[in-house]
T-cell receptor, first 116, second 115 residues
Framework: ETGVTQTPRHLVMGMTNKKSLKCEQH?????MYWYKQSAKKPLELMFV???????ENNSVPSRFSPECPNSSHLFLHLHTLQPEDSALYLC???????????????FGPGTRLTVT | QKEVEQDPGPLSVPEGAIVSLNCTYS??????FMWYRQYSRKGPELLMY????GNKEDGRFTAQVDKSSKYISLFIRDSQPSDSATYLC???????????????FGTGTLLAVQP
């Protein structure tokens, strides 16, 4: 596997279900991100993990719970979601280094989530 | 007011046309400007990056930044059907040592290049 992988690619869940999204990066990076992408809206940054420590929680509802057990893996645990949470959830990674290239984030293909 | 404004399109052009994609922004702290390309059913991939004002060229692609107007552009020359994708602008402020890793994205512009 290369780059950033995400599983599952598609997920349909009811409002009372609990599920988890998984992301794995094979790039040796030390920062990982969760984004939400909805139609006609900008990518919304949800969480940032630098060196496995959460450094950003962009006012995300508690029904979304991230977990970063090591610098290569990132999870997003979902419970009691709402229909408006249906979206494409993208994982990304980057290398934190001194210098200008911290902007370069590598994205996975995303998980298409539908909440019924 | 949104921090970054981008026309969502769709934009449809014939093959070979010059395409102009634009974003405006309100935060004067932004100094790093990026264009990402996202094909259908894929994640975004970095296409071009520019620091501060000026132009940058890479093959058929040219990125321009006008900080005085808070306006950035991406030009695609000799557009091809394979350029059909969503183009997202993204921006970042400067932090100690360089760009922060908090990117602010536009909505993306859907481009269709017709053969």
């Amino acid at each position: 596997e290369t780059g950033v992988t995400q599983t599952p690619r598609h997920l349909v869940m009811g409002m009372t279900n609990k599920k988890s999204l998984k992301c794995e990066q094979h790039l040796g990076h030390n920062a990982m991100y969760w984004y939400k992408q909805s139609a006609k809206k900008p990518l919304e940054l949800m969480f940032v993990y630098n060196f496995k420590e959460q450094t950003e929680n962009n006012s995300v509802p508690s029904r979304f719970s991230p977990e970063c057990p090591n610098s290569s893996h990132l999870f997003l645990h979902l419970h009691t979601l709402q229909p408006e949470d249906s979206a494409l959830y993208l994982c990304a990674s980057s290398q934190l280094i001194t210098g200008p290239r911290t902007y370069e984030q590598y994205f996975g293909p995303g998980t298409r989530l539908t909440v019924t | 007011q949104k921090e970054v404004e981008q026309d969502p399109g769709p934009l449809s052009v014939p093959e070979g046309a010059i395409v102009s994609l634009n974003c405006t922004y309100s935060n004067s702290a932004f100094q790093y400007f990026m264009w990402y390309r996202q094909y259908s059913r894929k994640g975004p991939e970095l296409l071009m990056y520019t620091y501060s004002s000026g132009n940058k060229e890479d093959g058929r692609f040219t990125a321009q930044v006008d900080k005085s107007s808070k306006y950035i552009s991406l030009f695609i020359r000799d557009s091809q059907p394979s350029d059909s994708a969503t183009y997202l602008c993204a921006m970042s402020a400067r932090d100690y040592g360089g760009a922060t890793n908090k990117l602010i994205f536009g909505t993306g512009t859907l481009l269709a290049v017709q053969p």
